[in-house]
């Protein structure tokens, strides 16, 4: 990305702020950093970090990181920020705000002009008299460049991927940090391999704690059995939660500082939208997230673990709760964290470390790109889930009809055979608002050519799959979790839609719908109102990225207007759409859009608890280890559930999660398979706990307690 731009004698665009009294003073305080990279190395683990008090954003922008540290008149370089000019008296200096770039800055000004470079600028002058600056500025850096009256310039800025040099220069420093801090947790250790002994010498003599099982180191990132088909990030400084940038005013870093929300995740470069989406799912129970994180032992303990970076985080793999013990440094690029984290604070930590436990549980990062979000939802509910894609696909249409509808959703003769028919119309500008005139259809989706006939008779219920969507009901009214996903590139609706529309058209019409390609979306609600047939799903999109549902019944749609009763019932009847990430669509453009889904069976909304047994066992030659005998002495539901290894688990070489969630490998397969058995019973409040026995092999363990609510 690049600007150029010229400009007579005077400020570079519109001046946003006001000068400083003394123009002489331009440090805020002591200047924060000269590079970040260098900082980390000098700072001890236990200092604070103190942004000085620089120069205000422009006016219409918000800093993504701590902002200059420098004062004075601060000029947007790009549009959307990432690049600020602040100009002190007659000193230039520059803030880079981005996270995921360094900005390469050339400033050359006229003839005539006085000025003297500046802190890790080149000048030269050019054979036409004219003066040329150089600077490179790092992420969350500000550099000051040149000192000096001038007349005019020419300014060209380049935002540029971060080199491999810094990143190798970062890595090599912040390792020397990880390093010593490494060393001195095992020194500590003595060959101790429990991970909770290490953890209470590390409180004891006030040592940061340091993972040893899922150490802050290149291993972490990339696992032995990774077959480079993933573009995977494999160089980056492992940095604690207070060396990150951070946005200003802050504060310290928290695990949780607000209330947890979906729309806090960003999923950073990691392929594992899979496991952000179950987590973005839980969220919607926030106390379900904060209970993730064990508090095991008193609340002083917990307290003096965190103060030495370790947390503890409960997981279910393998039908088995799991605590998790994980460090707090993270992998980062820009003095950010590389994969998931709060994407307005990544000093607000649930998200990240969540991760971490979870890639940990696995073996490494690598890992865990690309999955099933119904897995996911299993190892952070510990409840069981159904994925429901035959019966999805049961109503759903195809070839011609499945052509003739998904234009009737945008509202123009769109051929799958022909992808440059939405050339006649802007993709970004494509909606049912776009083609009034063909509003009155079947569940409400713009008429093709059934409305342009007069025949809006809706197909038969079953081609519908109405049955599906009581179904759907069902769940929600329950209080179980339900998702949604797109299609993948290698599933079947992908497939057969490629051939229909060729690539490019698929992908035209998943970016026109406001749809993202092999994502989950939760779904929130099912209304059906009969009389009016139409039956509406209420959708969240867990990246909150500004993207959603643009065809009928979107938030932008006339036929709110036109159905007042279903807009009240909905909650849509009100001046304007409040953009929170969630969007309604018709059932109809749901079968269409969404190749399946599934359920999970986690209640956390109840007014009692869930009763959850658990007990391992193992099946050797097809005979159980284990037998159980319920009796139940009242009406309840319950589950039962057996579970297995995790075919994930095995794929990466993994034979044992070990205590403290490390991850024990083997070359030799275990030919006999560890199971697991586990009853949670849902009672009515004031119902007795049903009996519960069985027939334990020896060193067969036991779990039993309250689900995580």
Known sequence: VSVLYWAAKGAMGAKATKEPADPKDCSGGEHRRRSDF??????SVDSQSTAAAGAPAPEGFVYRGGGPTMQGTTTACFSDGLLFRVVCGDVWGFYNDSHQFEMHITCVFGPDSKLLPLGYAIADQRHDDWFRFSLVVYPGETKTMCKGSYRGFKARFVAKPLSRAYRERTVGITGQVVGQQYDRVVQLAHGCRDVDTILRLCVQHSVPYVDLQFPPTAASLVDTDHDGTVNFVTMAAWLRPRDLARPAASGEPELFKEDVSPTDIGQGQLGDCWFLGALAALADHPASVR?????????DQIERERAIGAYRVLLCKNGWWTVVTVDDYLPCAGNVPCFARNKQDPTELWVSLI?????????????????????AMSDLTGAPTYRFDDHWCAGTLDGDELSVTMSAT????VSFHDYNAFASTPVDNVGASDFPEQQKTRSGSPGGDEAANGDSQSPPADARNLTMFHDVQRYLAEGFTVLLNTPVGTSARAMRLHDEAGTVGLERLFAASGLGMSQAYAVLGARDFASADTYLLKIRNPWADGT??????????????EHPEIARACGMDGDAAVPDATFWMSWDDAQKFFDGGGVCFYQPELPHPCIDYRVRGRFELGFASVALEIQAHCDVHAFLTLSQLDQRLRDHGIAEILPGGGARRTDDADEASERGMSLTNVMSE??????FGGVN????????????A
């Open 38 to 43: 260098a900082a980390v190395a000098r700072r």
């Open 291 to 299: 209970n993730l994180f064990v508090v095991h032992g008193s609340r």
């Open 686 to 691: 004031g119902d007795g706990a049903p009996g």
């Open 548 to 561: 959603e549902w643009t065809g009928a019944w979107s938030d932008a749609s006339p036929l709110w207007k």
């Open 410 to 413: 945008f509202g123009a003769v």
């Open 355 to 375: 991760e971490k436990a979870f890639a940990k549980l696995h073996g490494a990062y690598s890992a865990i790109a690309a999955g099933d979000v119904l897995f």
């Open 697 to 708: 092999a020896p060193g067969v363990g036991e779990q039993h307690g309250y689900l995580p």
